[in-house]
């Protein structure tokens, strides 16, 4: 997510979260990234979902290419176990 993302110039984490898909279902982190290519008024957002089993929850880190999202990994784990 991280590397490619970055290299498409989305060099922005706007925000991490997490959340339960279902009862019983998979558990999803969602990743909002910005690029500011033509100008401040103009930014391009992307949201990006990654899906895990709820038993055994892991995802890639992106904390090695934007490093706000360590607190907000974090918290994920905290409320919903997912490791990344």
């Given at each position: 997510i991280g590397v490619i993302s970055y290299v498409y110039g989305y060099n922005y984490l706007?925000?991490?979260?997490?959340?339960?898909?279902a009862p019983g279902g998979l558990l999803a982190s969602v990743y909002h990234l910005?690029?500011?290519?033509?100008?401040?008024?103009?930014?391009?957002?992307?949201?990006?979902k990654v899906f895990a089993p709820r038993r055994n929850p892991r995802i890639p880190s992106v904390f090695w290419v934007w490093k706000g999202a360590d607190f907000q990994e974090r918290e994920s784990y905290d409320m919903l176990g997912i490791s990344y």
């Open positions: 706007r925000s991490q979260c997490a959340y339960d898909v910005t690029r500011i290519q033509y100008g401040v008024d103009q930014p391009e957002e992307v949201c990006i």
